[in-house]
């Protein structure tokens, strides 16, 4: 995918209209609140060739013949609110065919300009091909919608779009969480090992554990023991990441380690955000890495976790 965000003339107004109390940043499964792959049907582990950057998502509202329609493109913060949204082809008929990816159609990420608020949902379509949710985003600012999915039309491959999403009210801006190998989540702590590198493909181990001892029952959430979304800090670039291994193959232990294959398109800050199930809840760990440059993918990040509230629960 090609990288090259879209800024619209809604943004500006939008940001003109609200004024002081409301800000847009540089231009959401449970909340991360303080604090991809490529295609899903290719999952096996294989990436970029070393020092080719493989290509982002997320950056463009449309491509390949395919458009984002986001008909929600603000809503209040603190109120829940049905996001509704089409994808369109280029005779901008609503698309109704998809192939299933992890066992959903679409896969929908939110996620906020700072990275501090998170979430994986996974809307209901309608037959006339609109999606929709309920959702509820606890802070003012920018965010930004991602539709990961692959149409079911020969020679389709998987894409990713992605379209602005404002959230009105107080807006207080928010740092980005420090560097962390290890984060905590709802009595779970959960162990980074591995570094990105941009360019080249490299393994990813998180190890869960709760009260101090390793978690070995993980349970399958869409069809793995653990999906991981990474986004890049600045323009939110869609990482491609690829679980290894499934449940049921014969080699894939349900834990205490989840691994991935991940490749870094580009020197830079990523936010990484893990998805796992255990005892029937999905919950959710965040960590912010670098990648190459100074602070490069071979220094060690701190080891604090970057503080976080899950709640709700991730939409299905």
Do not use: C
Not at 96 to 107: G, I, M, S, V
Not at 193 to 209: C, D, Q, Y
């Amino acid at each position: 995918m090609h990288a090259g965000l879209k800024i619209t003339a809604f943004a500006a107004a939008l940001a003109a209209t609200f004024g002081t109390a409301y800000g847009v940043g540089q231009g959401i499964g449970p909340v991360v609140e303080g604090e991809t792959p490529a295609r899903h049907d290719a999952h096996t582990g294989d990436s970029a060739p070393e020092h080719e950057s493989p290509p982002a998502g997320g950056l463009q509202i449309s491509e390949s013949g395919y458009t984002l329609d986001l008909r929600t493109p603000r809503i209040a913060a603190g109120r829940t609110t049905d996001l509704r949204f089409a994808i369109r082809d280029d005779d901008g008929r609503a698309v109704t065919a998809y192939r299933r990816e992890h066992d959903k159609e679409l896969h929908l990420i939110v996620a906020s300009r700072d990275l501090n608020t998170y979430r994986h949902l996974h809307p209901t379509r309608a037959a006339d091909g609109t999606w929709s949710i309920p959702a509820s985003l606890p802070r003012a600012g920018g965010y930004r919608v991602f539709a990961d999915f692959t149409p079911d039309k020969k020679g389709a491959e998987n894409l990713t779009l992605g379209a602005d999403l404002a959230v009105s009210g107080t807006y207080a801006p928010r740092n980005l969480p420090v560097p962390n190998t290890t984060a905590t989540t709802d009595g779970y702590e959960v162990k980074l090992g591995g570094a990105l590198r941009p360019g080249a493909a490299r393994e990813l181990k998180l190890t869960v554990s709760r009260s101090g001892r390793p978690v070995t029952d993980l349970q399958p959430y869409l069809g793995a023991y653990g999906h991981l979304v990474a986004l890049r800090s600045g323009d939110l670039a869609y990482l491609h990441v690829h679980p290894n291994g499934e449940p049921g193959d014969g080699s894939t232990e349900p834990g205490p380690d989840i691994s991935f294959t991940a490749t870094a398109p580009s020197v830079g800050t990523y936010r990484l955000f893990l998805d796992f199930k255990h005892e029937g809840k999905v919950h959710t760990a965040a960590f912010t890495v670098r990648a190459g440059g100074a602070a490069g993918a071979e220094e060690a990040p701190h080891e604090s976790a970057a503080p976080h509230e899950s709640s709700g629960g991730h939409g299905h």
